[in-house]
């Protein structure tokens, strides 16, 4: 095997990983479209490493003559899982297969037509494939795979057409909506330009890896940005998820940036803003009257951290207080919703997170302490 074919298989292996690391990423609200952007990075990669495994002829040797063909399945089914993602981001609309059983229907079509050659056994399969009698056991034309391209494109326009073009809320979140409906975009017009090519019989090797070069960027900017979806509901803007863009040019003196770090200290220490569960970066761009991308760089500049972590630190401190005061008084999910946590499990993450601690533990631990005193 080359040396730009392991490349690509260690692409695809890398789409592997981070399929795993979505579908165990947990972040409260986007567990479910993280499930969701792990299969669209299942398929994605399958296709990714398919190419290398095919060139190399590693394919057609021993068990692995199973996988021959098998590109069509994400082929068919990387549209619909992709719309499925932007669809639940933006309406918060789960899949129902009553509702979306349509979606499937060319993946089912691909399978059944391909299924004649999938349950042949590996010695079987070789031999068809040596003996080029493909088209006597499997009766579907090449033009059924190119449908599947126009299909891809229509799920593109949909994306762009019915949740972007008309989406009217947080600009920051619009701008993360068409970075990765483009991103997707990348990986659509890549496959585009692969069939142009193979219907033109003009094809080499060398082109379809620089296309699944192309593919393999589009997969990995998809995942950077579904990767930051959720800071966008923390506070964190767009334009901080792309370093190269962060607080260029913001027009904030170094005087005038202590002056507003001091402000918010005061703020926070005098109107406890934090209290408020549906607090938001906006809300603190205006109770200190600055734009709301000054009023991330005052927090991420002077304190480390975002806008997010920032708030908790002192939803954790109010929490620490409410349990020395109430003892066993109050149940620690009333401590958190008095702290301004909205809901227990972004509780106990923030109070782990800067106490080293659950909070149950921890207010076992101040019982224990109690009792030798």
Request: aromatic fraction near 18%; charged fraction near 15%; glycine fraction near 4%.
């Amino acid at each position: 095997m080359a040396p730009i074919e392991i490349l690509f298989l260690f692409f695809g292996f890398q789409a592997f990983l981070l399929m795993m690391l979505f579908a165990l990423k947990k972040q409260d609200g986007f567990a479910y479209a993280n499930r969701i952007f792990a299969l669209f990075l299942f398929f994605a990669g399958w296709l990714i490493s398919y190419n290398p495994l095919f060139w190399s002829g590693v394919l057609f040797q021993g068990s692995l003559i199973h996988l021959n063909l098998t590109y069509v399945i994400p082929l068919s089914l990387i549209g619909p899982i992709f719309f499925f993602y932007i669809r639940y981001v933006v309406t918060r609309r789960k899949l129902s297969f009553s509702r979306d059983f349509f979606h499937f229907l060319p993946f089912l079509y691909m399978v059944f037509s391909y299924l004649p050659y999938f349950i042949l056994d590996s010695k079987s399969k070789l031999e068809v494939y040596r003996e080029q009698q493909m088209n006597s056991i499997i009766n579907v034309s090449n033009l059924a795979e190119a449908s599947l391209i126009i299909i891809m494109i229509v799920y593109a326009a949909v994306c762009f057409s019915r949740y972007l073009v008309v989406f009217q809320g947080q600009n920051d979140f619009k701008l993360w909506l068409k970075a990765i409906c483009i991103s997707y975009s990348g990986i659509v017009l890549s496959l585009v330009v692969f069939y142009v090519l193979y219907f033109s019989q003009v094809l080499t090797t060398e082109q379809d890896y620089i296309i699944t070069l192309m593919i393999s960027i589009s997969v990995f900017i998809t995942s950077y940005f579904s990767f930051n979806y959720a800071t966008l509901f923390n506070g964190s803007p767009f334009r901080e998820i792309i370093p190269l863009t962060k607080y260029r040019k913001t027009g904030l003196t170094k005087n005038y940036s202590l002056e507003l770090k001091e402000s918010l200290l005061d703020l926070m220490e005098k109107e406890r803003p934090y209290l408020n569960g549906e607090l938001r970066l906006d809300d603190i761009a205006r109770l200190l009257g600055i734009g709301r991308h000054h009023a991330s760089q005052i927090i991420n500049e002077h304190f480390n951290t975002n806008f997010f972590d920032f708030i908790n630190t002192y939803r954790t401190a109010e929490a620490i207080k409410q349990i020395e005061k109430n003892k066993r008084k109050m149940n620690l999910a009333e401590i958190g919703f008095i702290a301004g946590f909205n809901n227990t499990v972004s509780f106990n993450k923030a109070f782990k997170k800067n106490v080293g601690v659950t909070p149950s533990k921890y207010r076992k631990q101040l019982s224990k302490r109690s009792e030798f005193q």
